[in-house]
């Protein structure tokens, strides 16, 4: 069920166990971060509440990604409980008026820009709900792992508001601007297997199996050389935006700056001797 990926044919390093961090990630009460040699591991830990994300949630949630820890080459983002995250806490929505409402829209943009064009690669684990902001977070991400029990839904048309989390720039570009209107219209909701087929997810897994392969794939890509990783964050979807001459031109100045560094002239040469192993489909 899960999307076909390339490997370099070298063996897996073993995982490190998790460990909780120190200092200030270590303060934030929403949060439970670990850590796995490079890979920093977020949990929503708001399980009572269905991981709704308040506005302190988010506040923590951009705290991390602008305080990323030395030698943290990818993250992991999951929820505890039952579910990954139901969106917006609606408990906590008061009456605003325009301008603290266009306000507090742009905080969570810059929380979650941090996430999509921060330092390193993301990875969402999904299960349970994964609705309205729980899908705007989800989609800020890079690569999405869905349990079967995962299911995807924006009901804020419901509600009678409108997606602020960035959503309507994001999830268009995952699913399509059709799809999107759908569910923000109708209710309609997706399965895991329905978020896969329509490109809201790019893995779908057994039920219990998320850790393990969104752990998988984060050493995977904390393995990375480290410009590659952060062209692909940063500038793919820029190129994706830009006219194709301008894209291509763009394309061009990232590829000499990523292939110049001493990282990738190693892996090259490596490559070039045969110390390094062959892509084949696994």
């Known amino acids: ?20 961090v120190t200092g200030l990630l270590a303060t934030l009460d929403l949060l439970q971060v670990t850590r796995s040699g490079p890979v920093l591991h977020l949990r929503l830990n708001r399980p009572a509440k269905r991981n709704a994300l308040s506005d302190p949630f988010i506040q923590q949630l951009h ?24 969106g917006l806490d609606l ?27 921060g330092p390193v ?7 349970g709900a994964v609705v309205g902001g729980g899908l705007e977070l989800a989609s800020a991400c890079h690569i999405r ?17 409108l997606v602020g989390g960035g959503g309507s720039a994001r999830i268009p570009r995952l ?7 759908d569910l923000m219209l109708t209710g309609r909701v997706y399965d ?15 039920a219990g199996m998320g850790l393990a392969k969104g752990m998988e794939l984060a050493q995977r890509i904390a393995t990375n050389a480290q410009m590659s990783n952060y062209a692909v964050v940063q500038a793919l979807p820029q190129i994706a935006d830009q006219a194709q001459g301008l894209g291509l031109f763009t394309e061009s100045l990232m590829a ?8 990738a002239q190693e892996r090259l040469k490596a490559f070039l001797e045969g110390r390094a192993g062959k892509v084949v489909k696994s």
Request: proline residues 4%.
């Open 1 to 20: 069920m899960s999307a076909v990926h390339a490997s370099e044919g070298k063996a897996t390093a073993p995982v490190q166990a998790e460990h909780l």
């Open 175 to 181: 699913m399509g601007v059709a799809r999107m209107t």
């Open 192 to 206: 895991a297997q329905e978020g896969l087929n329509a490109g809201l997810v790019q893995y779908v897994v057994g």
């Open 256 to 263: 000499a700056i990523a292939e110049s560094t001493p990282q």
């Open 63 to 86: 705290t991390v990604f602008v305080n990323m820890p030395e030698g943290v080459r990818a993250v992991m983002i999951s929820g505890e409980g039952q579910h990954f995250c139901a």
């Open 145 to 161: 792992v869905a349990e079967e029990s995962a299911y995807f839904g924006l009901p804020e048309g419901q509600r009678g508001i």
């Open 121 to 127: 690669p993301v990875v969402a684990v999904l299960h």
């Open 91 to 117: 408990s906590e929505v008061v009456a605003r008026d325009i301008d603290s409402a266009v306000q507090h829209s742009r905080m969570w943009h810059a929380a979650f820009d941090a996430i999509q064009f």
